[in-house]
């Protein structure tokens, strides 16, 4: 009868063994797992040369402040609606140098924060040599800003030594929203200290302090106007390209 008495720790002992070859199992399965890779952005226009990226969310007014910049309307726009869905280029000519304006899809709406960090990093990467500035939208009057700040750390991670220019989009809806620039230039709008202009000065002060970042420029820009504050953006991208940002 002593076999009696050995079938409890026999049925114990193969447990274990059962137990431990379905651990192995699960260890081999996700050793052998490769890590997702997301699918790549899809790619238009002329994308060869020195690059500047544009990203933020959707509606920030990417490709509408790419066109002003450019001078033309290069790239459709929709008032209610995303349009882009893909990488696209804009080949312009800044201090008498050719470079690309590359605009990419918004998050928010085509893409998740999360997807759309992944598929951007990815890019980066692969253009690390010819990408030479990042250029990161806001809208003037949204207050959160998280998920911005969690791309811009994210893509340098990527290239930590890429420059980075804010743009502030949008600040004619900054209140009081009914008052128009006499100007088209930020510098003599500020120098005006009306309530439109130093609410706009307070709003650039306060995205500094939601980001911690020092050397950053946060320029104001009106995307569907195609004068206001039009000259210094080119003229301050211009400076990054070439390394010799200064703040004023």
Request: with cysteine; net charge neutral; aromatic share 6%.
């Amino acid at each position: 009868m002593w076999w009696v008495l050995a079938i409890p720790p026999a049925i114990w002992l193969g447990k274990k063994i059962i137990d431990a070859f379905d651990d192995e199992q699960v260890v081999n399965v996700h050793n052998d797992t490769p890590s997702v890779v997301p699918e790549p952005f899809p790619e238009k226009g002329d994308l060869t040369g020195r690059k500047v990226v544009v990203v933020g969310r959707t509606g920030a007014g990417k490709s509408s402040l790419i066109n002003m910049l450019s001078g033309k309307d290069c790239l459709d726009v929709g008032s209610v609606a995303s349009t882009t869905r893909w990488i696209e280029g804009v080949r312009i000519t800044l201090a008498n140098k050719q470079i690309v304006l590359v605009d990419t899809p918004g998050y928010g709406e085509a893409y998740t924060a999360e997807d759309y960090c992944a598929r951007l990093v990815n890019w980066v990467e692969k253009h690390e040599d010819s990408v030479e500035l990042l250029v990161l939208v806001l809208q003037a009057d949204s207050k959160a800003h998280a998920e911005d700040y969690q791309l811009l750390r994210k893509v340098l991670g990527v290239k930590t030594q890429l420059p980075v220019m804010i743009i502030l989009n949008q600040v004619d809806k900054i209140l009081p929203s009914r008052d128009p620039f006499e100007t088209s230039s930020w510098s003599s709008e500020k120098s005006r200290r009306t309530l439109k202009s130093r609410h706009i000065a307070e709003k650039i002060e306060e995205v500094h302090r939601q980001f911690g970042v020092e050397g950053y420029r946060v320029e104001p820009s009106v995307s569907l106007d195609d004068a206001f504050n039009r000259r210094r953006l080119r003229r301050m991208i211009a400076q990054h390209l070439n390394g010799t940002s200064t703040a004023d």
